[in-house]
């Protein structure tokens, strides 16, 4: 018998592998009936560097976030329940942490990141979420 997921997590940077992701996760979510999460995390090692880790923010992240979360919601169709949360920090971890706070069944993401240094570093986020997570990971490619 297939698990029926209850808490299906979706993290998005703005990529369009978080988006197809997205799109998955309805699905999934519609066919388990579960709750699904929207995540995006302001990344501010890679744009503040260590040093200066979750000491400054800028208005210019809030609205990169807050536009990301704004085309999801132009993804999921209209009947679909959702729910997004924004955090703060070092994406991986943050992904990691709130699946293990919210009891999270599953999560579904992207292969890659945004940028290209995330292309480079070939999913250097998806990997560590995928061997830290606390429940079972679908990676959607394309």
């Known amino acids: ?26 699905m999934l979510a519609q066919w388990s009936e579960a709750e699904l999460i929207v995540l995006t995390v302001k990344d501010l090692v890679r744009y503040y560097g260590i040093a200066n880790y979750g ?8 609205k ?12 999921i169709p209209a009947e ?12 991986k971890r943050e992904i990691v942490q709130y699946a293990k706070e919210n009891d ?4 579904v993401m992207g292969a890659t990141g945004a940028g ?19 429940c079972g990971v679908t990676i959607v490619q394309g």
Do not use: C, W
């Open 116 to 134: 290209a240094f995330d292309r480079l570093l070939a999913g250097s986020t998806t990997n560590y979420v995928v061997n830290h997570a606390p």
């Open 1 to 26: 018998m297939a698990k029926q997921y209850k808490k299906i997590l979706v993290p998005v940077d703005g990529s369009d592998q978080a988006y197809n992701a997205v799109r998955e996760g309805v």
């Open 55 to 62: 000491i400054v923010e800028t208005p210019g992240l809030d």
């Open 104 to 107: 999270i069944d599953l999560i």
């Open 80 to 91: 679909s329940k959702f729910k997004t949360q924004i955090l703060s920090g070092s994406p």
């Open 64 to 75: 990169l976030a807050n536009d990301i979360l704004l085309k999801v919601g132009s993804i």
